[in-house]
C-alpha cells in the first residue's frame, strides 16, 4: 500500500512570483519608452547625430530588450522543493541504479581524481547490489585501469567503515583533507579506526600516483575496446573484521574502442557506450551521470532523487532529477562566476516551475527508458544496431546481478566487446533518436530540450549540503575554453532545425521554449549589444554626442530609478 505522506513537496515562492511580474511590467514600460523615443528621431526630418550610430544603438537595444524578454520566463513561477526519504519503501523495494562516470585525459584529469569520485559514487547510501558503478575512460589509458583496482581494493575498507560511522563526506580524499571531519564521534575505537583507513588510503594514493610516474599514458585516439569487471581479492597480509566482509556495488571499466577515421562524438559518444554496455550487464532502470571532476559530497542523493521517481503521480513523465554543480575550488572573490550562480539559482529554479531544468552534463538521476526511443513501432534493428542481447534487454525488466567478476561469462565479454567498438552505430539511430544526441556540443542541453519536447518531465533539488561537489575553471585561459564550446554549442541548436523559438512552442508551452531559447540565443544575441554599448556611447561622450537627451534620462531615472539600473544590471549580469 502506498504511504499517504507524500515523499516531496513543492513550494512556489509567491512573494518573488509578485514582485518579479511587477518588476517586469515596469521594465516593459521603460523599453517601450526607450523604443518610442528611438524610432521616432528616425521620422524626424533633421538629424543632428549620424545615422548609422543611432541605429547600431538601436539594433543593440532591440537584441538586449528581446533577450531580457525571453529570460523573463525563468522568473515567471521560481519553486522550490523539500524531499522526505524516510518516507521511501524498504530497500528491497528500491529500484536499481547504474553511475555512469567519464574520464577521457589522464593527464588533465589525475587518476587519484577520478578514482575518488569513483569511491564516493560507490559509497552512496543504497543497498549495495542494486548499486552499479560504471567508468568510461575515453584516454584507453592503462593507468586508470589501474587505479580501479587499486580503488576497489581500498574500497573494501572505506565502504565499511562510511557505513558504520554514517560518514556523509564519502569522498576519501575530502574527507581527509577536513579538519574536523565527523571527528564529534570522538570515541577512541573510532580514531583508531579512522587512523588505520587514513593509513591505507594514503598507501592507495602512493599506488595509483606511482602508476603515473612510471606508467604510460596511452594512446587516446586509438585503442581498441577493453572492459573488464573490477574485482580485487586481498592480499595474504590484509586482515579484515568478518562483520565488515561486505558486499560492493558492482564495478566496471569500459574503454570503448577508438579508431582515427571513426567519429567518437567525445562525451555523448562515450555515454551511449556506457548506455549499451551497463544494458546487457545490469540494466538498471536509473542512471546517475557524473563528470570525473565531480564527487558525491552526501550519501543521500539517490534517495533523494527516488522521492520523484517514486512518486506514482509524477513518475511516469518524469525523465530525470537535476541537482545543481556546486564547486570546492572557488575563492570568495569568484571573479569569473565560475559558480554560475544566475543559472544553478535563478534559471533553473524558474524551470522547475514550469516543466522542469535543463539536464546539466553531472548530477542527475535520469531513467533509462526516457534515453531510448519509443521502440513499439520501429524496426529494432535499425534502431539500436545489430545486437540481439541488447534489444532483449529492452523488452525485459532489471536482470539482478547478471555479472560477477566470474560468470562475466565470454558470451557476454564477446557481446559488450561488440557493442563498445566504434562501428557499432553505424546505420543506427543511436545519437540521433536514441541515447545522448550527437547535433550539438551541449549534448546535455539538447537531449534535455527534445526530451522536454517529447513531453517528458523534470525536476530540480537544491538540499543545503551539497550533493555533488567539482572543479570549475578558475582561470582565464580555461575559463574562454570552456565559454566558446558552451556559446558554440548553445548558438548550434538556435540555429538548428530544433531552434527552441521555432520547434518548442507546438512541443512544449511557451514559457519553457522560452527559457530554452534564451539559453540557446543569448551568446549570439549578446555579441552585437555588448560591442556597441561598450563602444559608441563612450566614443559619442568624448564628442559630445547625447544619445540619451537629458530631460530623458533624468525622467527615467525620477520614474523608474529601479529600471534603469536593472537595464544596466543585465549585461553585467551576464558578462560579470
Ligand atoms: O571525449 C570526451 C570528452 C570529455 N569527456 C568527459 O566529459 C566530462 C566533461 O568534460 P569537460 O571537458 O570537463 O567539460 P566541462 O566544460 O567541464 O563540462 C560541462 O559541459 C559539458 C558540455 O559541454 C557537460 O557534458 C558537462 O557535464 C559539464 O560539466 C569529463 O568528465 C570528461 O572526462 C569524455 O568522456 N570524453
Ligand atoms: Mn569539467
Known sequence: MDSPLPLHVCHVNNLSVIINRLHALLHCIAIGFLIYYRASYLLQ?????????????????????????????????????????????????????????????????PAIGVMNTVL???????PVDKLHVYLSDDGGSPITLHGMREACRFAKWWLPFCRRY??????????FSEADSDDYFGDSEFMVEKKKIKEKYEMFEEHVTKAVEDGEYGNSQNHSTIIEIIQETFGESETIRQADLVEMPLLVYVSREKRPEHLHHFKAGALNVLLRVSGVISNSPYILGLDCDMYCNDPTSARQAMCFHLDPKISSSLAFVQFPQK?????????????FRSAYCVQWQGMDGLKGPVLSGTGYYIKRESLYADFTHTELKDT????????????QSYKQNNANGENFSNVLQEETG???????????????????????????????FILHCKGWTSTYLTPFRPQFLGTSTTNLNDLLIQ??????????????RFCPLLYGPSRMSLLQSMCYGELSFFP??????????????????????????????????????LEVQSMHGEMSREFG
Open 45 to 109: 526630418e533633421t538629424r543632428a547625430i549620424p545615422i548609422i550610430l543611432w541605429l547600431l544603438v538601436f539594433a543593440s537595444e532591440l537584441l538586449l530588450s528581446f533577450i531580457w524578454l525571453l529570460g523573463r520566463a525563468y522568473l515567471w513561477r521560481p519553486v522550490s522543493r523539500t524531499v522526505f526519504p524516510e518516507r521511501l519503501p524498504e530497500d528491497d523495494k528500491l529500484p536499481a541504479i547504474d553511475v555512469f562516470i567519464c574520464t577521457a585525459d589522464p593527464e588533465k584529469e
Open 120 to 126: 564516493s559514487a560507490m559509497a552512496l547510501d543504497y
Open 166 to 175: 554514517g560518514i556523509k563526506t564519502i569522498c576519501p580524499q575530502a574527507y
Open 327 to 339: 564547486f570546492h575550488n572557488i575563492n570568495k572573490y569568484d571573479i569569473y562566476d565560475g559558480r
Open 384 to 395: 539500436f544496431g545489430k545486437s540481439n542481447v541488447l534489444i532483449n534487454s529492452l523488452h
Open 418 to 448: 561488440v557493442l563498445a567498438s566504434c562501428s557499432y552505430e553505424h546505420q543506427t539511430k543511436w545519437g540521433e533518436e536514441v541515447g545522448i544526441l550527437y547535433q550539438s556540443v551541449s549534448e546535455d542541453l539538447f537531449t534535455g
Open 483 to 496: 565559454g566558446t564550446r558552451w556559446g558554440s554549442g548553445l548558438t548550434d541548436v538556435g540555429l538548428s
Open 524 to 561: 549570439l544575441l549578446y555579441c552585437l549589444p555588448l560591442w556597441c554599448l561598450a563602444t559608441l556611447p563612450q566614443l559619442c561622450l568624448l564628442n559630445g554626442i547625447s544619445l540619451y537627451p537629458e530631460r530623458f534620462v533624468n525622467t527615467c531615472k525620477r520614474s523608474f530609478p
